[in-house]
């Protein structure tokens, strides 16, 4: 069985099960940002695709994106910024070397790549959020 589904997953003919509905998601998130907020800190939602989305020679976002369209719903319902590595990873030439050998663990370069990405959307809102402060007047 695993030598045919691992054929199946090359060839980009199989396919996860139907993702359920997440409704409770937008108020769980809602709840994480009010409590993130209420130490004073901001939240930032990362997704992370799943690897089989990038293996064999189909696209299949359209598969993925049941789950991936529930979670930007509620990221833009909440007004909480969103990472997202499944558009960043698409764009890029074979994003499969992203991810360990067997697993949907990242490897070394996709490691670097999400970090960077988070890092990138994090200094981006703290530059605009430090531009935003009222500076004293200066002295004469």
């Given at each position: 069985?695993?030598?045919?589904?691992?054929?199946?997953?090359?060839?980009?003919?199989?396919?996860?099960?139907?993702?359920p509905?997440?409704?409770?998601?937008?108020?769980?998130?809602?709840?994480?940002?009010?409590?993130t907020?209420?130490?004073?800190?901001?939240?930032?939602?990362?997704?992370?695709?799943?690897?089989?989305r990038?293996?064999?020679?189909?696209?299949?976002?359209?598969?993925?994106d049941?789950v991936?369209?529930?979670?930007?719903?509620?990221?833009?319902?909440?007004?909480?910024?969103l990472?997202?590595?499944?558009?960043?990873?698409?764009?890029?030439?074979?994003?499969?070397?992203?991810?360990?050998?067997?697993?949907?663990?990242?490897?070394?370069?996709?490691?670097?790549?999400?970090?960077?990405?988070?890092?990138?959307?994090?200094?981006?809102?703290?530059?605009?959020?430090?531009d935003?402060r009222?500076?004293p007047a200066?002295?004469?």
């Amino acid at each position: 069985f695993g030598a045919l589904h691992n054929t199946a997953l090359q060839l980009g003919i199989a396919y996860p099960k139907v993702a359920p509905r997440q409704d409770e998601y937008v108020d769980v998130l809602a709840r994480t940002k009010a409590l993130t907020e209420s130490w004073g800190g901001k939240l930032y939602l990362l997704y992370i695709p799943a690897r089989g989305r990038y293996v064999g020679i189909f696209n299949r976002d359209f598969v993925y994106d049941q789950v991936r369209s529930q979670v930007v719903a509620a990221a833009a319902k909440n007004n909480v910024p969103l990472i997202d590595l499944a558009t960043l990873f698409r764009g890029m030439s074979n994003p499969d070397e992203f991810y360990g050998s067997e697993d949907s663990h990242f490897s070394e370069s996709g490691a670097k790549v999400a970090a960077e990405a988070v890092l990138e959307k994090v200094s981006a809102k703290s530059d605009r959020m430090a531009d935003a402060r009222p500076r004293p007047a200066p002295h004469p």
